[in-house]
């Protein structure tokens, strides 16, 4: 069979066609790139930016770098990237403008994967926002920005695993604008956000600060340890903590605050967490929030619970109209100083215990309900040995208990209350009341 001269002409074409997809990135075939900083390389690319400006938007594509690039990365309106480092090392991406802007800024792209980064300086150091999706990050660090270390806005969704958040003078974390946080580990692995907010800059001081969007923790450990301001500060928004093993909790611990919880604010904490040593306070709930808590047995049976001691003041506090939910043998202990807090605080706030919580050894009262705040008592909660009263109400406020509970060896009365408050339920076998019934 012979081929017509238009015909030859159209075979050619096409094979010039497909030789030129197959050697230039850019026209839609997947691209691996190599970057290599500074200076490049033979087949190298001397900066993220130049590889990034020679392929097309739509992917997939993978760039690989090392070494440390001095420069402002902007991944803008793409899909299906990753940018990784060497296999068994990390790369690092380092603000080089001045003044500082973002080094890492993610805008309207989606399916974009980070590998063993380090992404530093900047203000932020990284930025996810317009409605970006499916960013994936893993074992990254976010560091020593002068302004907030990672901002995610304007209804973003980011996946953060084994990577830590460290050494940024805003906020460690800032989300905001209905976007979606989800921090995901294997077992051995943590999430570490620490030394953040010493500056006083950006969106506060705050390890994670949380306005008006959803942040998640599955199957792994997170660590929030030694920032200035709270561990994790809410302004509505829904906080859902999975935490660790009995042997490995989660731990919030060293900040300021634990948990700052306001407007309207969810938060759940399922498993073990550690909430140590955060200043004054352990977690506090404002302006119609609320916090639940739950127990769970992990892998080797034991309880994996929440433990809450340490504060100078209160272990947890409650008021405007918020409420707390204790499920399981928790623990609220060794919280209060001399003339000041103890255990739990409310006022007009309302607080649920049951199977097993305990309010133990606490220095002053081991709960204080004060202006209409209500309190239930679940079988097998006690509040046991505080220094002062162990259950003190006031100001029309009320306490009601299913048995068993256990209210008993507490410095003052067991349970006390003012002339226009109650504790009601059954009482039997509880010495050291004094209220009227």
């Known amino acids: 069979m012979t081929l017509s001269v238009s015909r030859l002409h159209l075979v050619f074409d096409a094979l010039v066609a497909a030789l030129f997809v197959l050697i230039v990135p850019g026209t839609g075939r997947a691209a691996n790139l190599q970057v290599v900083c500074p200076g490049g ?46 296999a068994g090392q990390y790369a690092t991406i380092e603000n080089a403008a001045a003044p500082a802007a973002t080094t890492l800024y993610i805008a309207g792209s989606h399916n974009i994967f980070l590998d063993h980064l380090i992404i530093g300086g900047g203000a932020p150091a990284m930025y996810v926002s317009a409605s970006s999706g499916d960013i994936h990050m893993q074992n990254c ?10 901002d995610i806005d304007m209804e973003s969704m980011l996946l953060i695993e084994n990577s830590t958040i460290k050494n940024n003078s805003g906020a460690g974390i800032f989300i905001s604008n209905q976007s ?63 935490g660790g093993e009995a042997d490995s909790p989660g731990i919030i611990q060293n900040n300021y605050t634990g948990l700052r919880i306001n407007d309207a604010a969810s938060a759940t ?29 992990d892998s080797k049976g034991k309880d994996a619970v929440t433990a809450i001691d340490g504060h100078s003041t209160v272990g947890l506090t409650l008021s ?48 204080f309900g004060d202006a209409n705040s209500s309190i239930v008592l679940g079988p097998t909660a006690s509040v046991t040995n505080n220094t002062s009263t162990g259950i003190w109400l006031r100001h029309m406020s009320l306490v009601g208990l299913t048995a068993p509970v256990t209210v008993q060896g507490n410095g003052g009365a067991n349970i006390a209350c003012d002339s226009r408050s109650l504790a009601y339920g059954q009482l039997a076998g509880i010495t050291g009341v004094q209220c009227e019934e």
């Open 41 to 86: 390389g033979p087949g190298a690319y001397s900066s993220i930016n130049a590889a990034l400006s020679s392929l097309d938007l739509q992917g997939p594509h993978t760039i690989t770098v090392s070494g440390t690039c001095h420069e402002n990365v902007a991944v803008t309106e793409r899909d299906r990237l990753t940018i990784q480092a060497v």
């Open 180 to 242: 979606q946080l989800t921090m995901g580990t294997y077992p051995t692995q943590r999430i570490l956000i620490t030394g953040n907010g010493f500056g006083g800059v950006g969106n506060g001081t705050d390890g994670l600060n949380i306005d008006g969007s959803n942040v998640q923790v599955n199957f792994g450990v997170l660590t929030v340890d030694g920032n200035q301001g709270a561990g994790i500060s809410m302004e509505g928004g829904r906080l859902q903590l999975y």
């Open 320 to 367: 405007q109209s918020s409420s707390a939910q204790i499920y399981g043998a928790h623990i609220i202990r060794n919280n209060g100083s001399a003339g000041s807090g103890g255990g739990v605080s409310l006022q007009r706030a309302s607080l649920t215990m049951g199977g097993g919580t305990s309010v133990s050894s606490n220095v002053g009262t081991g709960i």
């Open 269 to 297: 904490l399922w498993s073990a967490f550690q909430i140590h040593n955060n200043g004054s306070t352990g977690i506090s709930v404002n302006g119609a929030s609320s916090i639940t808590f739950y127990a769970t047995t």
């Open 141 to 150: 660090t976010v560091q020593n920005s002068l302004n907030d270390g990672l």
